[in-house]
């Protein structure tokens, strides 16, 4: 069966952000290990905890679109097993269906308010206090992560209405 161009650009984002992952967890320890060897060494890397600190606001916000893609996120495991063990799955099918939908309504409002936030702190010009980089650019993390999530949640809400 022929792949949709949805599932195909899905793919594609994921490949990225896991790469993306990968590389700004290593990014991390190092910079952790650097901070402790500097500690080690009486040496104040005052950089070390914002930078630590943006990196893992990515990697949450991003990871959890990727959780939520590969199903990795709270469930109601008991009720969906119960139900999909049923010969009838059109129940199964449409609780799947209002926990996307609740998700997308959730991820959007999560967008919204988290591009707000990101506009406001770069018209104000809020900075960092140890690099003096915009604020928002921790924030702006958020925003790429909420909007993943939207983006699988359509992907997910049309592979189950195909389904029916």
């Given at each position: 069966m022929?792949k949709k161009?949805?599932t195909?650009?899905?793919?594609?984002?994921?490949?990225?952000?896991i790469?993306?992952i990968?590389?700004?967890?290593i990014?991390c320890l190092?910079i952790v290990?650097?901070?402790?060897?500097?500690r080690?060494?009486?040496i104040s890397?005052?950089?070390s905890?914002?930078?630590?600190?943006?990196?893992?606001?990515?990697?949450v916000?991003?990871?959890?679109?990727?959780a939520?893609k590969?199903?990795?996120?709270?469930?109601?495991?008991m009720?969906?097993?119960?139900l999909?063990k049923?010969?009838?799955?059109?129940?199964?099918?449409?609780?799947k269906?209002f926990?996307?939908i609740?998700?997308i309504v959730?991820?959007?409002f999560?967008?919204?308010?988290?591009?707000?936030m990101?506009?406001?702190?770069?018209?104000?010009?809020?900075l960092t206090p140890a690099?003096e980089?915009?604020?928002?650019?921790?924030?702006?993390g958020?925003?790429i992560g909420?909007?993943i999530?939207?983006?699988?949640g359509?992907?997910?809400i049309?592979q189950?209405?195909?389904?029916?």
């Open positions: 022929e161009l949805y195909k650009i899905g793919n594609i984002i994921e490949n990225i952000f790469k993306f990968g590389l700004a967890a990014i190092f290990n650097l901070a402790v060897l500097a080690l060494m009486k890397i005052s950089w905890d914002e930078i630590i600190k943006i990196i893992f606001i990515y990697i916000y991003i990871g959890t679109a990727l939520y590969t199903d990795g996120l709270i469930g109601i495991t009720l969906e097993e119960y999909y049923k010969s009838n799955h059109k129940i199964y099918k449409l609780l269906l926990q996307h609740i998700i959730f991820a959007i999560c967008t919204y308010q988290s591009y707000l990101t506009i406001r702190q770069f018209s104000y010009g809020e690099l980089i915009p604020a928002a650019i921790s924030t702006l958020f925003v909420s909007i999530w939207i983006y699988y359509i992907e997910k049309i189950y209405l195909k389904l029916n």
